[in-house]
Nanobody, 114 residues
Framework: QVQLVESGGGLVQPGGSLRLSCAASGFAFSSYAMNWYRQVPGKEREWIAYIDSIGGGTIYPASVKGRFTISRDNSKKTLSLQMNSLKPEDTAVYYC???????WGQGTQVTVSS
């Protein structure tokens, strides 16, 4: 059974940083690409980062490129998202995603506010 559990969300001031983690289990984590998404209530879920199975290739949309960094530790079956220079518009629930299995975690809330 595929399971994804996000952690690391919280309240941070504009300009601050936060690091999210996603613990994966139930599948061969090192064999599959992963994504991070985020969602604001009333809006569609937004894709924000992709990483290939070995961590050698990453892709970001313009909205977060240069501020967010996706990474993975295949030995620990962990996906991470380092978020720097956070803005109020980054406030959302953040989800990790295993696209091959169409599987999602429960999400972790990130709030950027002074």
């Amino acid at each position: 059974q595929v399971q994804l559990v996000e952690s690391g969300g919280g309240l941070v001031q504009p300009g601050g940083s936060l690091r999210l983690s996603c613990a994966a289990s139930g599948f061969a984590f090192s064999s599959y690409a992963m994504n991070w998404y985020r969602q604001v209530p009333g809006k569609e879920r937004e894709w924000i980062a992709y990483i290939d199975s070995i961590g050698g290739g990453t892709i970001y949309p313009a909205s977060v490129k240069g501020r967010f960094t996706i990474s993975r530790d295949n030995s620990k079956k962990t996906l991470s998202l380092q978020m720097n220079s956070l803005k109020p518009e980054d406030t959302a629930v953040y989800y990790c995603n295993a696209p091959h299995f169409n599987s999602w975690g429960q999400g972790t809330q990130v709030t950027v506010s002074s």
